[in-house]
């Protein structure tokens, strides 16, 4: 009671002091108006940067259809007669030349170029050979104009528009060399990624002031073996890549997760249609397209920039780039190699170099990937001994001899880079490749001689799609290169927790007594049978490490002690095994042949270690799950669809599995 009395005692205080408050307002007019203090910011400030090792231009170049994309120009201070560097990307040309936080603002140009995005950026190349810096916003992209299509595909049946990337790249290419005058006519056009997809989309009619195109780890067939599918299976740990980059311009439309670990969070949405359809990627054309086209149809293959090329004149020199443990486009590089290189009668207009790296690392130290180290320094060694004077052939004026070999390879196991005529080569001289069975038998073994008569007939295992084998140890991190993400390093991850699994068939060879060398692609002849209507087939070639590695410190950096190296691996969608085009369910419990190749591998198998070879039917979350049961399109599987199959790996006369692997002879 007496709480309530103070209440209404202080209510009525309240209303007497506000009615008199508004009382004294009404009878009392407002003071005189004071003149306001000046404001002690400029209307436009107008920084002086005169100081600055480099000036920056914003321009807007104007295409053919009258489209204008936002380009950033980086000029060197006093810049005469400097070539061009052209780099087309869909990652925000901004962020990778000119630094937009203010405690990273620096007047030295090395340093401008070392912005948080600048993956492209070869710093010490461009800033000692004087180059112009330039980036552009591919259109519909951040600063540009019009409409982004991912991977845009060249006018004709896919694309009836005036207008693709090569009429853009040209575009802009004729646009600088007329309006910088501090150039010397000549372009050159590099990029890592989908930034190198851009970099070959450039000699597809190419622009006469192009002179040289350095195309790096570049998206080349999006089905066969680069960023959507692998021989037809989805990469659905992409999803948020594709979410990303399409769902907005400027990509301000972050991807979300209610899971730490992506193995759990793609296995509660069950398929990958299930998961764009909660994730309302049905406004997301791009993804409307991938769902629309599952096997390898016209859409696909009218896509196929190898394929693309092979059919024009070469004319303008290349530098293709390939990573060993290129964890996202280990297949574009070899691809345009394998299509372009036939043409090059006088081996002079496309390089190769394969070096041991993560997409993009060759811009990096690259003395080591994960827990495996390579000796030396081998993205600095790129950078010096092959990227800058190969530009600088093309490039530069008065342009010193071009000292590059026409292949450059590291080979993985011992540590050296080589200098060669062609890949696959095995050495510089005096070497052949012979194509040699590695046989896997019964009682997990693997070896050179083939099964023989009286050998258990197969080896067997059951994939259950409840419980899919993991593509790397969990938790699983998203796809990404920020805080404690490993992505880049996967394809090294040591394979012994895989191993041991019974949802894995594991063959071992006995221990080398001598050093077995490979050069090229593994070709995987797998006789197998399925007690379902479909299924995947996973095989990884490994090299297993001693128990005790005499080069490894006792303490200190991480001890490769039976360590499972992955050589080379990749997965096969088994309902492809007649055509690409035209997919058939498989035949339950017979035995079919799947033959398909490995990645490129540029190893050698030290004695005292064991070649190994694992085959499984899942490789999730990276991959999506086969149900095991043939659907029309396995991105709308639904759950009953999912079945356990008993998987049968046959190793006997007439019947043998084996990974034919490419071995050197004559070294």
């Known amino acids: 009671m007496l709480i309530s009395m103070r209440r209404s005692w202080l209510g009525l205080v309240v209303a007497l002091l506000f009615g008199a408050g508004v009382a004294c307002a009404a009878d009392n007019p407002p003071p005189a108006k004071y003149p306001a203090l000046p404001s002690e910011t400029p209307a436009q400030f107008k920084p002086d940067h005169s100081s600055f090792g480099y000036t920056i231009r914003e321009v807007m170049i104007p295409m053919r259809d009258g489209v204008k994309l936002h380009t950033v120009i980086m000029l060197p201070r006093g810049a005469h007669d400097a070539p061009i560097l052209f780099t087309r990307t869909p990652y925000d040309a901004s962020s990778m030349v000119t630094q937009t936080e203010h405690a990273q603002l620096s007047g030295h140009m090395a340093t401008a170029l070392q912005t948080h995005d600048g993956f492209d950026n070869p710093v010490a190349l461009i800033v000692k050979g004087g180059y112009i810096r330039v980036v552009q916003d591919v259109r519909g992209k951040y600063g540009s104009e019009g409409d982004f299509v991912m991977n845009r595909p060249f006018r004709g049946p896919l694309n009836a528009t005036p207008v693709d990337e090569a009429t853009d790249t040209s575009d802009s290419i004729d646009w600088l060399v007329k309006n910088l005058p501090e150039s010397n006519g000549k372009v050159g056009v590099l990029g890592i990624s989908y930034d190198g997809y851009e970099a070959l989309v450039a000699l597809v009619h190419p622009n006469p002031a192009l002179k040289v195109v350095v195309p790096m780890n570049p998206m080349v067939d999006g089905w066969m073996g680069d960023d959507w599918f692998h021989n037809g299976a989805f990469r659905q740990q992409n999803l948020p890549y594709i979410y990303e980059q399409v769902a907005t311009r400027g990509n301000t439309e972050p991807w979300w997760s209610n899971y730490y670990d992506d193995y759990d969070l793609y296995m509660h949405y069950g398929s990958a249609g299930a998961m764009?359809?909660?994730?309302?990627?049905?406004?997301?054309?791009?993804?409307?397209?991938?769902?629309?086209?599952?096997?390898?149809?016209?859409?696909?293959?009218?896509?196929?920039?190898?394929?693309?090329?092979?059919?024009?004149?070469?004319?303008?020199?290349?530098?293709?780039?390939?990573?060993?443990?290129?964890?996202?486009?280990?297949?574009?590089?070899?691809?345009?190699?394998?299509?372009?290189?036939?043409?090059?009668?006088?081996?002079?207009?496309?390089?190769?170099?394969?070096?041991?790296?993560?997409?993009?690392?060759?811009?990096?130290?690259?003395?080591?990937?994960?827990?495996?180290?390579?000796?030396?320094?081998?993205?600095?060694?790129?950078?010096?001994?092959?990227?800058?004077?190969?530009?600088?052939?093309?490039?530069?004026?008065?342009?010193?001899?071009?000292?590059?070999?026409?292949?450059?390879?590291?080979?993985?196991?011992?540590?050296?880079?080589?200098?060669?005529?062609?890949?696959?080569?095995?050495?510089?001289?005096?070497?052949?490749?012979?194509?040699?069975?590695?046989?896997?038998?019964?009682?997990?073994?693997?070896?050179?001689?083939?099964?023989?008569?009286?050998?258990?007939?197969?080896?067997?295992?059951?994939?259950?799609?409840?419980?899919?084998?993991?593509?790397?140890?969990?938790?699983?991190?998203?796809?990404?290169?920020?805080?404690?993400?490993?992505?880049?390093?996967?394809?090294?991850?040591?394979?012994?927790?895989?191993?041991?699994?019974?949802?894995?068939?594991?063959?071992?060879?006995?221990?080398?007594?001598?050093?077995?060398?490979?050069?090229?692609?593994?070709?995987?002849?797998?006789?197998?049978?399925?007690?379902?209507?479909?299924?995947?087939?996973?095989?990884?070639?490994?090299?297993?490490?001693?128990?005790?590695?005499?080069?490894?410190?006792?303490?200190?950096?991480?001890?490769?002690?039976?360590?499972?190296?992955?050589?080379?691996?990749?997965?096969?969608?088994?309902?492809?095994?007649?055509?690409?085009?035209?997919?058939?369910?498989?035949?339950?419990?017979?035995?079919?042949?799947?033959?398909?190749?490995?990645?490129?591998?540029?190893?050698?198998?030290?004695?005292?270690?064991?070649?190994?070879?694992?085959?499984?039917?899942?490789?999730?979350?990276?991959?999506?799950?086969?149900?095991?049961?043939?659907?029309?399109?396995?991105?709308?599987?639904?759950?009953?669809?999912?079945?356990?199959?008993?998987?049968?790996?046959?190793?006997?006369?007439?019947?043998?599995?084996?990974?034919?692997?490419?071995?050197?002879?004559?070294?």
């Not at 060398?517 to 197998?528: C, E, F, M, S």
């Open 276 to 667: 764009g359809k909660a994730y309302s990627m049905e406004q997301i054309g791009f993804w409307n397209k991938l769902t629309a086209h599952p096997a390898y149809d016209a859409f696909w293959s009218g896509q196929a920039i190898d394929k693309i090329l092979a059919k024009l004149p070469l004319s303008v020199p290349m530098l293709l780039v390939h990573g060993l443990w290129d964890q996202e486009d280990i297949y574009g590089p070899m691809a345009v190699y394998k299509a372009l290189k036939p043409k090059d009668t006088g081996n002079d207009m496309v390089y190769l170099v394969i070096g041991p790296w993560h997409h993009g690392q060759q811009l990096e130290p690259g003395d080591h990937l994960g827990a495996i180290r390579f000796g030396s320094d081998t993205g600095t060694y790129f950078q010096e001994h092959i990227l800058a004077p190969f530009l600088a052939h093309y490039l530069q004026n008065d342009a010193p001899p071009n000292p590059v070999a026409p292949v450059t390879a590291f080979r993985t196991g011992t540590n050296q880079w080589e200098r060669l005529a062609s890949w696959p080569a095995g050495c510089a001289t005096g070497c052949s490749i012979t194509p040699t069975p590695l046989y896997l038998h019964a009682g997990d073994r693997a070896d050179f001689t083939a099964p023989a008569a009286g050998e258990a007939a197969s080896t067997d295992y059951v994939s259950d799609p409840a419980k899919p084998v993991p593509y790397r140890a969990r938790p699983i991190l998203p796809v990404g290169y920020d805080g404690d993400q490993t992505w880049p390093e996967w394809l090294v991850d040591d394979q012994r927790s895989f191993s041991g699994r019974t949802d894995v068939a594991t063959f071992k060879s006995a221990v080398l007594d001598h050093d077995v060398t490979i050069a090229g692609q593994a070709q995987v002849n797998l006789v197998a049978s399925t007690s379902g209507t479909d299924s995947d087939w996973v095989v990884k070639l490994i090299d297993v490490y001693p128990d005790q590695v005499a080069a490894e410190p006792a303490s200190g950096q991480q001890r490769l002690g039976g360590y499972q190296l992955a050589v080379a691996m990749d997965i096969f969608r088994g309902r492809y095994r007649e055509s690409f085009s035209a997919p058939h369910a498989l035949t339950p419990n017979q035995p079919l042949a799947y033959r398909f190749e490995l990645p490129t591998a540029n190893h050698v198998f030290r004695a005292g270690h064991r070649i190994m070879v694992q085959v499984q039917s899942s490789w999730f979350p990276l991959y999506d799950r086969n149900p095991q049961t043939y659907v029309p399109n396995i991105f709308f599987a639904k759950a009953a669809d999912y079945v356990k199959a008993t998987q049968r790996i046959y190793h006997a006369p007439g019947e043998a599995s084996y990974v034919e692997l490419p071995v050197v002879a004559g070294k």
